[in-house]
């Protein structure tokens, strides 16, 4: 089945412990995407990558970090957390790095920063 | 930058039609998406138009006017499983290199269709 997957899908963690968010695509996707969504904000774009090795910043990177080495996965990090990042994060792909305007989105992550 | 906007809810009875509006104000413009969510589920892909016009798919159409800043969602024959968010999304021109390569999202339309 083609999809996108999130790990984990709920986490509650502390201030200052560092966490990884794994995104992984098995439709040979170039283009991939994180983005957070809080009440009332809609989607927000965290960071984004057109293809292996190719990353670049959405409208609130932040505290956050991205890697894009191999084509399939694209983890979001997040060295020190702190509670303003408490939200629902998704990861999104799209076939091409140019129609990024139609995009796939995993099942979000819900994450909780004490 | 890129700037959109859409009403936060709209109400309408199973059957009916409505329209949800998306106005934008962007520095350049390529086209726009939609996307639909249920209670925080993924979001997932409605349409997109490129040109200006109506696009249809089954009982969804979407339509853009450039010349307007302006596009709609027209959600026909209403059933209680449409209740969910819509999104309007724009892209960039394709000319535009760094930041500027993404979509960017309204603040979404929360739909409630009743029986």
């Known amino acids: 089945e083609a999809q996108v997957t999130q790990n984990p899908r709920y986490l509650i963690t502390v201030t200052g412990k560092k966490l990884t968010v794994t995104c992984s695509q098995n439709?040979?996707?170039?283009?991939m995407s994180w983005y957070r969504q809080d009440p009332g904000l809609g989607l927000r774009q965290i960071y984004y990558s057109m293809n292996v090795e190719v990353t670049d910043k959405g409208d609130v990177p932040e505290g956050y970090k991205v890697s894009r080495k191999e084509k399939r996965n694209f983890p979001l990090i997040l060295e020190s957390p702190s509670p303003n990042q408490t939200s629902l994060y998704f990861c999104?792909?799209?076939?091409?790095?140019?129609?990024?305007?139609?995009?796939?989105f995993g099942p979000g992550t819900r994450l909780t920063v004490l | 930058g890129q700037s959109l906007e859409q009403p936060s809810e709209v109400t309408a009875v199973e059957g009916a039609i409505v329209q949800i509006n998306c106005t934008y104000q962007?520095?350049?413009?390529?086209?726009l998406s939609w996307y639909q969510q249920h209670d925080g589920g993924a979001p997932t892909f409605l349409s997109y138009n490129a040109l200006d016009g109506l696009e249809e798919t089954g009982r969804f159409s979407s339509f853009l006017s450039r010349s307007d800043s302006y596009g709609y969602l027209l959600l026909q024959e209403l059933q209680m499983k449409d209740s969910a968010s819509y999104f309007c999304a724009v892209r960039p021109p394709s000319f535009s290199s760094g930041s500027a390569r993404q979509l960017t999202f309204g603040s979404g339309t929360q739909l409630t269709v009743l029986p």
């Open positions: 962007t520095s350049g413009f390529y086209g």
């Open positions: 439709m040979n996707h170039e283009y």
């Open positions: 999104a792909s799209s076939l091409r790095a140019l129609s990024y305007n139609e995009q796939f």
